[in-house]
């Protein structure tokens, strides 16, 4: 491996993303991007065989660029490539490890507007890409290209069965001696990457899907739709008499899902779902990775049934790190991000509702009477714009303010104070049962950081 830089210039914590037009997300760097992965394929490739990609993309109209732009790195660099057009991250993920391939890359801004875009990789595994790798590939990014010989140019072609093949991996997730039949579910694609294999899923378990976001544009992706606007889902379920919504993001590894009321809930509520039928049947595989945002009421369940819980940073890749470390299989995101090692290497918004259907027909009930009584704790989250919010988060007087709210709460709440990572901003987030006390205690805390800043 090339030797890393220590500095990340093009790469966040879920791969490459920003301003389609504006760097990096450019023909002429996403060509360059291309062609350093495929030099660090080669260099690390059998001498025997020639590295093999699989490049997926959502619906953007801007795929179409980037996708060209990274095939020519490739075949620059001597890289065959499989290309399979819109399908989901989860999807790429899946076909990577299962056509024993190198790596796997997909075209995509996941929940942002149709004017972003960004590419995530994965490893011959389905795993999402070492921070080492990442860095190994920014160093080459420094260096120029230099064209393989004609004879040695990576050749390109389509993978026309990948929906197919994806189809039915959905489906093996689901208990063989179960269906859907007599369900009906109102589904919303968001205008993204599953409008064309996540309803036929559902459908060819047996349920009657009504289906909204199944039309993309290019444009219209995550636009008033999908996980990341739930009213459209609540409004459609409610809308076709359907029994439970479901959505899913613009590449499909977000999930969002309701009842017949319209009654929405997150990814929190969802790997309670999951966790509880898993534990009550003795196969959960240890304890629930969640993160620090997850909900307070969420913890207290999982205490209540008697299941190990731990939470990590908020970022998908660190809840996998924490699922791996600890040999457990389930965990996740109030985003809806859930991951079920035991299903997929990712997390997979279409696997994981199956999940959560597999619990339901299990038990013969429906997604409200499984969640019975569980109340979120309000909560209260305040952004304080400061300069430095990570030399504030330690601040002797914070520390101990930070301290002195989490003992008035204790048992009752929690208090979490985090900087962002993409803004210079400090996050103050208080919950607790009563939600006037806990907006009194987090703008006693925010007006303290604003004081000390």
Known sequence: MNEPTTIRRWFGTDGIRGRVGALPITPEAILRLGFAVGAELISSADSSSRPKVLIGKDTRISGYM???????????????????????????????????????????????PYDDNGI??????????????????????????QTRASKELGKVRRLDDAPGRYIEFCKSTFPSDLDLKGLKIALDCAHGACYH??????????????????????????????????????????????????????DGDRL???????????????????????????VLGGGVIGTLMTNYAIERAFAAQGIPFERTKVGDRYVLEALLKNKWVLGGENSGHIICLDRHTTGDATVAALQVLAALRSNGVSLSEWMGDLQR???????????????????????????????????????????????????VMVEGEDLKEVHALAEQLAELVRKVA
């Open 197 to 250: 294999v996540t309803p036929p899923v559902f459908h060819e378990l047996g349920a009657d899907i009504q289906v909204m976001g199944n039309a993309p544009d290019g444009i219209n992706i995550n636009d008033q739709c999908g996980a990341t606007y739930t009213q459209a889902i609540a409004h459609f379920t409610r809308t076709k008499d359907a029994d439970i919504g479901i959505a899913v993001d613009g």
């Open 66 to 112: 980037l996708e060209s732009a990274l095939e020519a790195g490739f075949s620059a660099a001597g890289v065959d490539v499989l290309l399979v057009g819109p399908m989901p991250t989860p999807a790429i993920a899946y076909l990577t490890k299962a056509l024993r391939l190198q790596a796997g890359v997909m075209i995509s801004a996941s929940h942002n």
């Open 256 to 282: 969002m899902m309701c009842d017949a009321n319209g009654r929405v809930f997150d990814g929190d509520d969802l790997l309670f779902a999951i966790a509880r039928d898993r534990h009550m049947h003795g």
């Open 120 to 145: 995530k990789f994965f490893d011959g595994a389905g795993a999402k890409l070492p921070d080492a790798w990442e860095l190994a590939i920014e160093a080459r990014l420094d260096e120029p290209m």
């Open 377 to 427: 704790l309000p909560q209260v989250l305040i952004n304080v714009r400061v300069e430095n919010p990570r030399d504030l988060e330690a601040h002797p007087d914070v520390l101990a303010a930070t301290q002195g709210v989490q003992e008035t709460l204790k048992g009752r709440g929690r208090v979490l104070l985090r900087a962002s990572g993409t803004e210079p901003l400090l996050r």
